[in-house]
């Protein structure tokens, strides 16, 4: 490992300390996680603790408000690409931990069900350390984890949240060995399944970070495009660049440059579109309220 790439090693374990002191701190004041039963699963819409999603920034389904509005924009261009390409599936990653991918994936997600003439199957990817459920503040029975264990139907695996149009594929129990569950023969069935049991629904699917243990790029082959989420004045530049040789042979079809505050950092990244692409959206720091 030369220089650069310990740095870059120590700077990510650090950013994961980090985040996991600070999911511990949110999980304090919030209401206990709801418990979802089997049969609910199939015949309940579970409702949402609207604490949960301030907290966790799920602000898309909010009306005449600008940070809503960001994703209403994303959405839009991201629908668009898809229709002119006849894509179906989207993969969200980044190059690290706490970029910000399962954020910009929910409210990516509730934006496009929101749109009225869309239905969105929303896919925990990041098997090793998932947290759609986690932010939404539910306890499903199965996930994907069920699925590939032990072979639970996907049907008893799907949730439907209080969003119309938006159902969730959790990923269950996490598991260690991630990069091998994404590249297995399992998980390529599981994505052809999804894809032609519903051919009407756009999925989206929350990724692990590119330049962690658990790359998603076993995967890749799955998803006909993949949004890079940027985390903005974190973000190295060496880190977007070896991101993009990751993603060398998925289609890119663009950048989000999150928590973007307009203010540059030495060394770090600025505006990714120097970089990149195209940059679809800028999202700012999310208020909690
Ligand atoms: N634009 C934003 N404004 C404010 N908070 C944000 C923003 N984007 C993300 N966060 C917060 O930062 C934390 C990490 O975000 P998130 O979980 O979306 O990142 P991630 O890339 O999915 O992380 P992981 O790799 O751990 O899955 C969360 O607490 C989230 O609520
Ligand atoms: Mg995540």
Redesign the pocket.
């Known amino acids: 490992m030369d220089k650069l790439e310990k740095a870059l090693q120590k700077a990510r374990e650090q950013r994961e300390i980090m985040?996991q002191q600070?999911?511990v701190e949110?999980q304090k004041e919030l209401p206990q996680k709801q418990q979802v039963t089997a049969e609910q699963v199939q015949s309940t819409i579970v409702p949402i603790h609207e604490g949960y999603l301030e907290?966790?920034?799920v602000i898309a389904h909010r009306m005449r408000n600008k940070e809503a509005d960001i994703f209403r924009i994303l959405r839009t261009q991201v629908l668009q690409i898809m229709a002119q390409s006849g894509f179906r599936t989207l993969g969200i990653t980044?190059a690290?931990?706490?970029?910000?991918?399962?954020?910009?994936a929910l409210n990516l997600a509730v934006s496009i069900a929101l749109d009225q003439k869309q239905t969105v199957l929303l896919v925990d990817l990041?098997l090793r350390?998932p947290?759609i459920t986690q932010?939404l503040g539910i306890e499903p029975p199965f996930g994907i984890s069920d699925h590939i264990i032990n072979g639970v139907p996907i049907s008893k695996c799907l949730l439907r949240p209080s969003f119309d149009r938006l159902n969730i594929l959790p990923a269950g129990a996490p598991m260690d060995n991630s990069s091998e569950i994404l590249g297995s023969p399992r998980m390529s069935e599981l994505a052809h399944e999804l894809k032609t049991r519903y051919p009407d629904r756009i999925i989206i699917y929350?990724l692990?970070?590119t330049l962690a243990q658990d790359d998603p790029i076993a995967f890749l082959p799955q998803v006909d495009a993949v949004l890079l989420?940027v985390n903005d004045g974190v973000t190295r530049i060496a880190e977007v660049k070896q991101s993009m040789s990751v993603l060398v042979n998925a289609n890119v079809i663009g950048t989000v440059l999150?928590?973007s505050d307009g203010h540059k950092k030495p060394g770090k990244l600025k505006d990714a579109s120097t970089y990149l692409s195209k940059t679809y959206a800028k999202?700012?720091?999310?208020s909690a309220d």
């Open positions: 985040l600070r999911a949110q907290r966790y920034h980044s690290n931990y706490g970029d910000g991918k399962t954020t910009v990041d350390k947290s932010y929350d692990p970070p989420v999150n928590n999202v700012k720091k999310l």
